[in-house]
């Protein structure tokens, strides 16, 4: 590959990319057609089948899926009411893996539910309703996941569980309670305002809190799609671009993350355009299932144990592709040696790739970080977080949150930088042991894997329930 030829490959993949509306196409087909392709629904294998057909007429390489059983979560009708000290019903949602359960206690509320507002609560917790807000603070050293929160409460000994959005407009906010299994009390999602109305009872005495459900869950096959562009030089080293396609399915996840996997397939459609440009062997993967438990990714991995060795480096797209802030990367867990590597390919895009070193074990890349593969993600950053997930997670993430020209902006940025890194020879990164792997996480991000009942990796796959 001469650098003229790599240079006039950039050049087509910028103006291909900008001048097409293929990916936001994709993503009105993704939302409109197939809903919130959540895993084990018949909108699920549609959205898989039309992704394998894109990929193919794009002129991919061993466009496949890859098949395996899960637990699906089927959503059943959910209430939550107060029983004194006055009667009243409030609006809610089962969060994935509830199943049909009931509680009835005191209302407890923790806040944030942060490590220290749990430690502050104490024994209180034990036998109660725990309520804690979607919000993870500034003022705490790391950001605090719901499954932590809900772990916490669980370990705790609460006997239910509420889960209140923080940003208001009286939407409930959903997220698996536990990962790709059931968990083991009832628990809810609540907006702001009921949250709210039930907190402002509590000057009247205390809160008792009723919670009914009648969730369900049963095995179903899902499934990873995959597609390639073969290394014209080193087919045998590999770099995996990677989305989960799936929503949640109270809405049709346009922004998280069906923009991010069409974000994938726009970057393999304008790369797939000069095959012959590509040394390293290139991988895309749509994952299923992220949402309730990252299924897609760990059953990859473990579906493909003895080639993690060529993995040069996984990126997740999880949030790529929703706004104009900077592309940049994330290397998830300690990857410092790539941080030149990536500045230097920015000098020759002619743009400043910022590059962050922060630990996060919510997503795709992180079954292969605990597999000591180099894996990060590409995202926007923007320097204005909430600790919220704005309309993710909501009815509300809906076609409307995405910009095609953002997801053109995104698609853009990944594919030219993975046509660099198809033919550079000088890739810095070796694969970590196990565990060495989670020396990185450390004692703390390993607590909570424990309290998230996700750990060890072995155990991540739980058996299929009958
Ligand atoms: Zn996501």
């Given amino acids: 590959m001469t650098p003229e030829r790599i240079a006039a490959a950039d050049r087509d993949i910028i103006a291909e990319l900008a001048t097409s509306d293929e990916g936001y196409k994709n993503l009105v087909v993704l939302c409109d057609k197939f809903g919130s392709r959540f895993g084990g629904t018949p909108e699920d294998r549609q959205a898989v089948e039309y992704m394998l057909g894109k990929f193919k007429e794009y002129g991919l390489e061993n466009v496949h899926a890859e098949e395996f059983m899960h637990n699906a979560w089927v959503r059943g009708p959910a209430t939550v009411h107060t029983v004194s000290p006055e009667k009243a019903e409030f609006k809610c949602i089962s969060l994935p893996y509830n199943v049909a359960s009931s509680a009835e206690g005191e209302l407890v509320y923790v806040g944030h539910g942060t ?3 749990y430690e502050a609560a104490g024994d209180s917790i034990k036998g109660k309703i725990v ?3 979607a ?4 003022w705490f050293p790391r950001g605090v996941h719901r499954a932590e929160k809900i772990g916490r409460a669980i370990a705790g000994g609460a006997i239910g569980f509420i889960w209140m959005r923080w940003d208001a407009g009286l939407l409930e906010e959903t997220g698996a309670a536990r990962w790709l299994k059931p968990v083991e009390v009832p628990t809810v999602g609540i907006s702001r305002e009921a949250g709210e109305a039930m907190l402002r009872m509590q000057s009247k005495g205390p809160v008792r809190v009723r919670i009914d459900t009648t969730d369900k869950v049963r095995p179903a096959p899902v499934w990873n799609v995959v597609a390639d562009i073969k290394g014209r030089k080193n087919p045998d080293e590999m770099i995996i671009t990677g989305a989960h396609y799936d929503g949640h399915d109270i809405a049709p996840g346009a922004a998280d993350d069906g923009a991010g996997a069409m974000v994938v397939m726009e970057a393999a459609r304008a790369l797939a355009r000069h095959k012959d440009s590509i040394g390293k062997t290139l991988r895309f993967i749509l994952f299923p299932m992220e949402v309730i438990g990252l299924g897609g990714s760990f059953n990859y991995c473990a579906m493909h144990e003895n080639e993690l060795d060529k993995i040069e480096m996984m990126f ?6 929703r706004s104009f802030a900077q592309p940049g990367i994330n290397m998830a867990g300690r990857w410092s040696e ?3 590597y990536f500045k230097s390919i920015g000098k020759d895009m002619k743009q400043s790739i910022q590059v962050a070193n922060n ?4 997503s795709d890349h992180f079954p292969f970080q605990l597999k000591g ?3 990060g993600g590409v995202r926007e950053f923007s320097d204005t977080s909430t600790g919220t997930r704005g309309w993710g997670h909501s009815a509300a993430d809906t076609l409307d949150k995405v910009s095609s020209r953002a997801l053109e902006g995104s698609a853009t940025f990944v594919a030219r930088v993975l046509l660099r890194m198809a033919n550079r020879e000088d890739w810095p990164a070796k694969r970590k042991t196990e565990k060495e792997a989670q020396e990185i996480l450390g004692k703390d991000y390993l607590e909570v894997l424990d309290l ?9 796959i739980p058996p299929l329930v009958k």
Avoid: H, Q
């Fill in 359 to 362: 630990i996060s074990m919510y």
């Fill in 316 to 321: 997740t797209l999880d949030g790529a592709g």
């Fill in 452 to 460: 998230e009942k996700r750990w060890p990796f072995s155990d991540w």
């Fill in 135 to 138: 919000k993870s603070p500034n």
């Fill in 115 to 117: 490590a220290w507002e």
């Fill in 373 to 375: 593969v180099p894996a």
């Fill in 131 to 133: 309520m804690a807000n």
């Fill in 338 to 340: 790539c941080f030149n």
